[in-house]
Structure formats: C-alpha cells, structure tokens
C-alpha cells in the first residue's frame, strides 16, 4: 500500500479517456513554479456528496494542468487507498500543486482534497482551514445533500469564499436550473453566477481553474514571524515513514532544520521537505501560504497529528494556530479471533494498522465466551466496517465483532464518574447517573417524506431542533438524538423509509443523562459477556426478547434442559428454553461394523473443539457469529 507509487492506480477505470472531450493537453501550463510569493497562490478544496464526482473533477483539473499527462492518467489518481478504489470513496486528503496561466501571470494552485463521510469530519475541518476558498461541487441530477451543506456550513463558519458549481451537466437526467435555484437561495448568490461542468467531458473546468484564481484570496502572513504550519494530513509510507501535508501561515520552514511538533513539544530533524504535484518534488523550503510535505522519520502518524501546529525548533512561535483536538473514539466493539491462535497476529496487525490512523484505539481484553481479543474504539461506523474489512482481507484474520456500542458515563453510589466502553463492564450495582453522548443529525428529503423521518427519529428519542425548505420540494430536518439510536440500523431505515432519498449527516454535540440499563444473557443461570448490551428501560424488553429468541433458534439440544434468560441486574425480564435431548449418534449405525462406529465418536469429537462452553452448555461457534453479525453495522 504505497501511498506514492504510479503503480498504485485504480483498477477499474470509471470514465474512458475517448469520452474526455473538452481538454486540450498542455493548453494553459508551465513549469510548476517554485511560489515563494503569496500573490500567486490559490489554496482551495473541493465539497461535494460522495459520488457526486470530486475525483473524476480532481482528475480532469490534473489533466488540465498538466501535471499528469494524458498517458499516465487513470481515472481516480488521487485515491490511492486500496480500499478506499475499491469502495469508490475517499479516506485520506491528499494536496497537489497545479499550475495555471490567467492573463499572462503563473499561479500555483493547491488542491487539497478532503474526505467524504461523516467520520471523519475533523479532518474535513482541517483541511478546510488549510484552504482560503472551497468549490461546491453538487451533481446537476442529484441536487445538495446533508453532508455536503454540513461541511458547507463549516467553510462558511471560516469565512471561505465559495465557489458554486453544479457537476454531470452532460447527463440528460441533469436539472441545472432546479438545482442552481436551491443553490442560490442557500448562498445568497444569482443562479447564473454557478459554473455548469462535466468532470467527464472536461467542459467547463478550463473557466472554473479560472474563477479559482479570480474569486479566491490570496494567502496572508507574516513571513517574517517564527514559522508556523498546520498539519492537516499525515500518512504512513512504509518505505518513507510518516509523510505529513502541512499549510504554512506564517514564517519559512526550511530543508536540514529541527522543527517542533507545538502540542506535544517533541522536535524532529526535518529530512526533507516538498511538493506533490503530484509525485512528490524536493523544494528550497515551503513560504507563507505554501501546502507541501514534510518528511522526518517518524514511524507513527500519531506523533504528527492531524491538526497541530509545526513550528522551528530554533525560533518557536509561542502561539498554536490552534483548533487542534485529539481524535476521539465514538463507536467500540470486541474484536476477536475466531481461531484462538491468531490472537498474536491481530495484535500484530492491529498494531501495523495504527501506524497510519491516529483516531484508531484498541486494548486487549478477554471474554468468557470469546476468548481473547481487543477492545477497539473508532471514529464511526464506516471507520469500523474499514478497519475490519482490512483486517480479513490484507491481514487474513476471521473475526467475530461484538455489537458496536458507545461510549458511558456512569455514576454509582460513591460518586465518581466511570467510562464504559465495554457492555459487560456496566456496573450492578445501585447506579446515580448514566450519561450517554449525543449527536446534531441533519436529514435532507423530499417533503413527502418529512412525516415519516420524524416518526422515527421520534421512535429513536430523538428531540426535534428545527426544519427548513430549501426548496419547494426539499427539506432540511435537524434532530438532537441519542449516539447510541443511529449506530446500528438507522441509516438503513431512513433510506428505506425515503425511498433511498434522504441524506443523513451528524456530529457529536453533547451528552444528556438517560434511563439505561444494562441487558444481560444467561444460559443456564451464567452470564454470556459478549451479549450484554446497554439500552434504554424502555427498550430492554425488546432486547432482551430478541435475543432469547434468537439464541433459542441457534444453539442445539444438549442432554439436559437449558434455560436462556435475559435479566436487569437480577430481575429475569425474558425466557426460552431448549428441551434436553439424548443425543445417541450411533443410533444411526445399526451394523455392528465398530470402524463406523469410531469414525461417527471421533467426528463427533472434531465437531466439539468448534463449541464454546458456556458453564456446562456446549455453544457452537456459529451461534455467537449469527447473533452478533444481526446487529452488525450495515453498509452504508
Ligand atoms: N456523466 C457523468 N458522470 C460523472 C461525472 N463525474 C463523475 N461521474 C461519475 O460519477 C461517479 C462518481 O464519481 P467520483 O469522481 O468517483 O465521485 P466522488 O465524489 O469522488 O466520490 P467519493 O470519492 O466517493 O467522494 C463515477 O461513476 C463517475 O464516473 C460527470 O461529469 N458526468
């Protein structure tokens, strides 16, 4: 997974070049120029929806420029994540230096591209604030959807100019006058001020690289001040180490110095230090609005974090560019082997994975049922389903994963506060106070579907906020809700409740104190950990019905009568029972031949090395897979 290598290019090419009909090659370039004067530098990225064609517009701008030529271009350059080609998505925020000529004078022009999904909001943020000026990307047949207004919003709140433009003109599906409507009413702008572009064809990019250079600011700073930079990427490369994308606000960093990381103090020698346009480019030293790399041997993305400021050891600034935040784990789950002894390569890879994603946390822990395995915190749902997926398929581990949950507070008798992260670990005892976080969520859809959204986020104890028209049809929802009530299935009701239609964005905002419990499983009087759940008092029946159900279904007779409880504390709340059987294996070889006999003793005995027991009840291992993979994340 080399995040540098020409070899790395996407697989399957989406948009054929036969069907690029506005890019004339090498039309408006030079020479990538070394900018060291602010005048000419234009810092932007581009917000839009997933699939509404940021990279195949990133692509075409490339292209454009110059900096890729025809023959090396491949659709989707800039995803250079495995998995993110495979999913059609981008994870991690790459920058590109571009040139481009407007009335005779060179520019630079920077590019950074930003995430697309909701998890990793914070790095949108920064990559926003790296920027001077954003470009709105919305598809002409799709219109606004909730998380391209969330970060909307965002790059307002930082007084970004906007550059609105609508993508996918060539479609014949495309409605540009509708949706240049609801984009003007939202921006306060004229309907006939937003660029129509094909990403596809290349029409129109020529005269939006253009409008990038007449609409946006010019970068401002001092270049005399101790220098000051702000990470807003860093990836691992295994042969490079740590490369970190940084946005230069004031002062020079230059080659061969000793920088500061500031929220941390720790200082590194600076051991190279350049461009990408995109193949990484050595230069004299990065000025005032400058977006390049730097590259300092660390191994780990976690000592150089997205968000902080680098300063020069030798002249620090004494001021942070500040808005850094940690990266906070929000959804938890168990990880675990499904072979015992691939426990140590989890670990391992657990580790591997780590060096180039700073947001993910695990610490071992060990069930009754499971066995040993680790506790894994993430930003979010899709951050989960990624990390997974990469663990089966680069490191070739089967997992079982317990039903993602949230993180508690819970305040027992003496008072003190205590972070819950795992269900099974949610005191019995008399408990106070429970705190769970919250979320700000966004809908988008068509109105006829605003009756059906609001029943349920209702039905997920959801607080209504407010609603707004965008347009005649479309309406904007914003509900506070509980963490807990959207990581599960929510998405997947909304869309199927809308039609597919609906568009759904969150960010954390808060906590609140509620009513919950914790549910737990018995099977024959013990306690199973791995299907306990935390829920609210409300719901706890339902779970709990749910889960005896299920399990009746799943684990087989055994010899004696089993009972399967669901119990608050020690008060049972639901019951089923398997009926005992004598299971007599040989009454199928009638024959005396004792050869058969043995094989049927000894297959029966493999078949138990795949059981778990639970007290003195033999649960297949299937059983925990089918019953925790029902409350698995669904795609989103
Ligand atoms: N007809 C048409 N299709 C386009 C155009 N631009 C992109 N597409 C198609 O739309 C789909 C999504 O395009 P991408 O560029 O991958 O979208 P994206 O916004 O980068 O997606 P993420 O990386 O997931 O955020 C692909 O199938 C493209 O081929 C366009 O201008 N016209």
Redo the contacts with the bound molecule.
Sequence with gaps: MGEWGFAEYRSHV??TLSEVTHVSPMARTAPVPSATDPAIIRNFCII????????????RMLQLTGVVSSRDMK??YL?RMDI?RE????IKSQAVRMPWELDGVSYALNMIDTP?HVDFTYEVSRSLAACEGAIL?VDAAQGIEAQTLANLYLAMENDMTIIPVL?????PSAQPEKYAAEISKLLGCEPEDILQ?????GMGVEALLDKVVRDLPAPVGDPDAPARAMIFDSVYDTYRGVVTYVRVVDGKISPREKVQMMSTGTTYDLLEIGVSSPEPTPTKGLGVGEVGYLITGVKDVRQSKVGDTVTNFAKPAEKSLGGYQDPKPMVFSGLYPIDGSDYPALRDALDKLQLNDAALTYVPETSVALGFGFRVGFLGLLHLEITRERLEAEFNLDLISTAPNVVYEVMTDDRKLRTVTNPSEFPDGKILEVHEPMVAGTILAPHEFVGAIMELCQSRRGVMRGMDYLSEERVEIRYWLPLAEIVFDFFDVLKSKTRGYASLDWKADGEQISDLVKVDILLQGEQVDAFSAVTHRDKAYAYGNMMTQKLRELIPRQQFEVPIQAAIGSRIIARESIRAIRKDVLAKCYGGDISRKRKLLEKQKAGKKRMKMVGRVEVPQEAFIVALSSDEPKKK
């Design positions: 989406s948009i839009a929806h997933i699939d509404h064609g940021k990279s195949t517009l990133a692509d659709a989707q995803d993110e999913r059609g998505i981008t697309g990307l993508n996918k003109i060539d479609l572009v094909s990403g596809k064809t």
